[in-house]
């Protein structure tokens, strides 16, 4: 399978990787704000399968984190795309939100869940005006999830590192996870139905 061969979800990079390989360009960004704006576009229907779709993908997180992507960011970015995706599309349900290790502290994985959520909404909402489908309904599941997004996003970061706090950490990552995959897969689905209608 095509995808399988650009980049299966075995290939994606740890948060920690993600986040030497944006330092090392002298990008301060959080890792987990580029994966929820990648995962934002995935949403919006964009699709890393073609070099044409691609290029629209970088341009559009370009413009969605106010960056520029050069050189090997592009392969990274190329690289993180194909993975989450492949993920997303996995029976198994293995697409994870990139987010610092378990053991990290509770504040920098509570500060990455709302630098994701904030990205996935910047994401979709790049993806929405580049596609110029804001005239589009959309669905009410999505828009259900973009709502939750949106007070995840503001999600208190000075939280009291105890049990409690880690389980509703747990419970968000859950919520995010499964809400991608859901507004991903709807989106790409569509997508692929009005191509093939383009094309008979």
Do not use: C
């Not at 005239?135 to 009291?160: C, F, H, Y």
Request: proline residues 4%; hydrophobic residues 45%; aromatic residues 8%.
């Amino acid at each position: 399978m095509l995808l399988d061969a650009l980049g299966a979800f075995e290939d994606m990079p740890s948060w920690d990787e993600a986040a030497d390989g944006l330092f090392n360009v002298g990008l301060t960004l959080n890792p987990s704000a580029l994966h929820g704006a990648m995962a934002g576009l995935l949403g919006a229907g964009f699709s890393p399968h073609t070099e044409q779709h691609f290029s629209a993908t970088v341009a559009a997180l370009e413009k969605a984190l106010a960056i520029d992507l050069t050189g090997d960011l592009v392969d990274f970015v190329s690289r993180l795309s194909l993975a989450t995706l492949s993920a997303i599309e996995d029976a198994d349900y293995t697409f994870q939100p990139l987010l610092p290790a378990e053991d990290s502290p509770l504040e920098e994985r509570l500060l990455s869940i709302s630098e994701w959520s904030r990205g996935f909404l910047s994401g979709f909402t790049q993806g929405i005006t580049l596609r110029e489908a804001a005239g589009e309904p959309v669905p009410s599941m999505t828009a259900e999830a973009l709502k939750d997004m949106a007070a995840i996003a503001q999600v208190d970061t000075e939280e009291t590192d105890s049990e409690e706090a880690e389980r509703q950490l747990e419970d968000i990552i859950e919520f995010i996870r499964f809400a991608a995959i859901n507004i991903v897969s709807e989106a790409q689905s569509l997508q692929e139905g009005s191509s093939e209608n383009f094309q008979s």
